[in-house]
C-alpha cells in the first residue's frame, strides 16, 4: 500500500487501483469504489482544512536535494546544487587562494579520514565521491578549539569562506 496523505486524523493510501481512508476502502454514493480523481479531490479537501487557517510560523523541511532541477535526467546548476556540487566548489575555491588552507589541508588537520581528491581513469585528480561534505563540516567545528595558536587565523578565514 502506498501511503499519499497522512495527519493526526487520517491516512489516505492506495493499492491495485483502491483507495483507502484508515484503512477502509473509499467508495462513493452507489458503493463502487472511487476513482483517482475523486480520490485526489478527498486529499484536497483534508489539505484545505489547515492550509486556510492564519499561522504565525510555517515550517517546511524538505529532504536534500530538495532544491536542485532536473532536465532531461542533468542537474541545472542554475536552481540548486547538491552536496556534491557544493564540496566541488569549496574545493576549488580554497585551492585557488593562499590565504586559505585547501579542503585536503583542512581534512589532514582534523583528521577526516577520506581523501578529498582522488586520481580518475584519465589520470585527472577529482573530488572524490566518497567525500562527505556534511560529515567533514562536523569534524571542523569540533576540531577548531585543538587548532593551534599559529594556524588559527588561516583556520577561521578557510571555515568562513566555505560557509560563504
Known amino acids: 500500500m502506498v501511503d499519499c496523505y497522512i495527519s493526526a486524523n487520517s491516512q489516505y493510501a492506495y493499492e491495485n487501483e483502491k483507495y483507502y481512508k484508515n484503512g477502509a476502502v473509499i467508495t462513493n ?4 469504489v472511487v476513482d483517482e480523481i475523486t480520490f485526489k479531490s478527498l486529499i484536497k479537501k483534508e ?14 523541511l524538505v529532504g536534500a536535494g530538495a532544491s536542485v532541477l532536473c532536465n532531461s535526467g542533468n542537474i ?24 586559505f588552507f585547501t579542503l585536503q589541508e583542512l581534512s589532514n588537520l582534523c583528521k577526516y579520514n577520506i581523501p578529498v581528491e582522488i586520481e580518475g ?44
Open 29 to 32: 454514493d452507489t458503493g463502487n
Open 47 to 60: 489539505t484545505s482544512t489547515f492550509i486556510h487557517k492564519s499561522f504565525s510560523n510555517i515550517i517546511v
Open 76 to 99: 541545472d546548476s542554475r536552481f540548486g546544487k547538491t552536496v556534491f556540487m557544493l564540496a566541488k566548489l569549496i574545493n576549488t575555491t580554497l585551492k585557488d587562494e593562499d590565504e
Open 121 to 164: 581513469e584519465d589520470g585527472i585528480e577529482g573530488l572524490n565521491r566518497l567525500f562527505n561534505l556534511e560529515d567533514f563540516l562536523s569534524d571542523l567545528l569540533s576540531f577548531e578549539k585543538y587548532v593551534s595558536d599559529m594556524d588559527r587565523d588561516k583556520y577561521i578565514k578557510s571555515k568562513n569562506k566555505i560557509f560563504d
